[in-house]
């Protein structure tokens, strides 16, 4: 394990990798979730917007621009953070994009919601926070088969999140405000086709109000305002990198 802190005027980012044996990629057909464009939109909003909506956020919106620079980082086949303005998420390994957005979504068994003392960031909930962070309103992915490249077998996913969360700072003040507990209702009323309707440039629907700390960006996710706009007063962002053994 190694970590390795990056500094600039306005923010430190921070990643730390662990090392893991793995196993072979598996050898099976692609899943569709990867090679049709729109599936693979879709599959990322409605497994990102479920959860969301379990928290009680606003769903997401697909940003061609997040993708692209998810595109392009991800041919890389670099098992490390981009250091980039957005939030990031990586993952590999994972057969479909469903399974690798639950791995993110289910470190919330290891979060602490407590309204007065929540757990903030650590490494083991790090991707579920920026998954539901309520400030969050668009996001884009790649991927790349990077075929033993840099080391890498498997799928390498990527994915961006504008404004970025995991903002620490103040007594995990920005964790207060954007990572809810889950609603008691659970899933009961998710809806697909609302949660996937940023997919194609529609306005997704909100479940609950979202203290929104950035300037607003247009529905089709063309546009996105730079890093140094966002949060002047809060110095430290951080990432996370999770791992999959392919699963289903």
């Not at 998420?89 to 979060?111: F, I, P, Q, S």
């Amino acid at each position: 394990m190694w970590a390795q802190a990056q500094v600039t005027q306005t923010e430190i980012v921070a990643t730390t990798v662990t090392h893991y044996y793995t196993a072979a990629a598996p050898t099976v057909p692609l899943s569709p979730q990867y090679t049709d464009t729109l599936d693979f939109r879709t599959s990322i909003l409605n497994s990102t917007n479920f959860y969301r909506y379990e928290h009680s956020v606003g769903f997401l919106y697909w940003n061609t621009t997040l993708a692209a620079y998810a595109q392009e980082y991800s041919e890389k086949c670099v098992w490390q953070h981009s250091h980039g303005a957005y939030g990031e998420n990586l993952a590999r390994g994972y057969t479909n994009v469903t399974a690798a957005v639950e791995a993110w979504g289910d470190e919330r068994k290891d979060y602490d919601f407590s309204t007065s003392n929540p757990t903030g960031f650590t490494e083991p909930t790090g991707h579920f926070t920026q998954l539901v962070w309520a400030s969050t309103q668009s996001t884009g992915c790649g991927w790349t088969d990077c075929d033993g490249k840099n080391g890498l077998d498997g799928i390498y996913l990527v994915c961006e999140y504008w404004p970025p969360g995991n903002l620490v700072g103040q007594n995990n003040y920005w964790f207060k405000q954007n990572v809810f507990s889950r609603r008691p209702e659970g899933d009961e009323g998710f809806n697909e086709l609302a949660a996937t309707r940023g997919a194609t440039g529609g306005v997704p629907s909100l479940t609950a109000s979202a203290p929104i700390a950035t300037p607003s960006a247009s529905a089709g996710g063309e546009s996105i305002a730079t890093s140094s706009n966002l949060w002047p007063a809060i110095g430290v962002t951080f990432a996370a990198l999770v791992f999959g053994f392919g699963m289903s």
